[in-house]
């Protein structure tokens, strides 16, 4: 290129010289494609970690449940709002283990301040599936019992389970073992 000339003049402007700069920063820049896909991974492992958290939490809050269950203590107090002063066997229970455990504390704190998008685990209707969960395991375990024991007694014992809880999974297993008289 001959000096003073157009193309000359222009490679040396300022603007010219910006643009430069800009492209060279662009060809060692990480391309766009690349930088979603890491972005992407960090996310993902992000939510991996986090649910690893709630599932540990989760754990913790089924440790207190099932310990309230055989000491037969009640979960829930008769009013849990913000302002009541007895929330109940459960709640006080888990903020106590949360003061001392890091996973449920993190665990509560994070529900607290994002009530609408992470679960708690410790609202009524948490509590009263966690019940009905151990419930069903705790039915489970007599009719196992009452399968291997194999007497009249334990047939009637089941029956008697059946009327007080009202329970169709404990109806049939009586039914399909059959009579043993």
């Not at 972005?39 to 709630?54: G, M, N, P, T």
């Not at 008697?160 to 043993?180: E, Q």
Request: with cysteine; charged share 25%; aromatic share 10%.
């Amino acid at each position: 290129l001959e000096s003073g000339r157009v193309f000359d003049k222009h490679s040396k402007s300022s603007e010219h010289q910006t643009n430069l700069e800009k492209w060279q920063a662009y060809l060692i820049q990480t391309p766009v494609d690349v930088q979603l896909s890491f972005e992407r991974k960090r996310q993902v492992e992000l939510r991996s970690a986090e649910r690893q958290q709630r599932y540990e939490a989760l754990g913790i809050l089924f440790d207190i449940m099932n310990t309230l269950a055989h000491l037969h203590l009640p979960f829930r107090g008769h009013d849990e709002g913000s302002c009541s002063s007895n929330k109940g066997v459960f709640l006080k229970i888990t903020n106590l283990v949360g003061r001392w455990n890091k996973e449920l504390s993190t665990h509560l704190r994070k529900a607290k301040s994002n009530s609408n998008g992470y679960p708690s685990y410790t609202s009524a209707t948490s509590q009263n599936e966690m019940i009905h969960g151990i419930a069903e395991l705790l039915q489970k375990s007599i009719i196992d019992e009452i399968r291997r024991q194999n007497t009249l007694l334990f047939q009637w014992m089941l029956l008697l389970i059946y009327r007080r809880m009202n329970s169709f999974l404990l109806f049939s297993a009586l039914y399909r073992r059959g009579r043993s008289c």
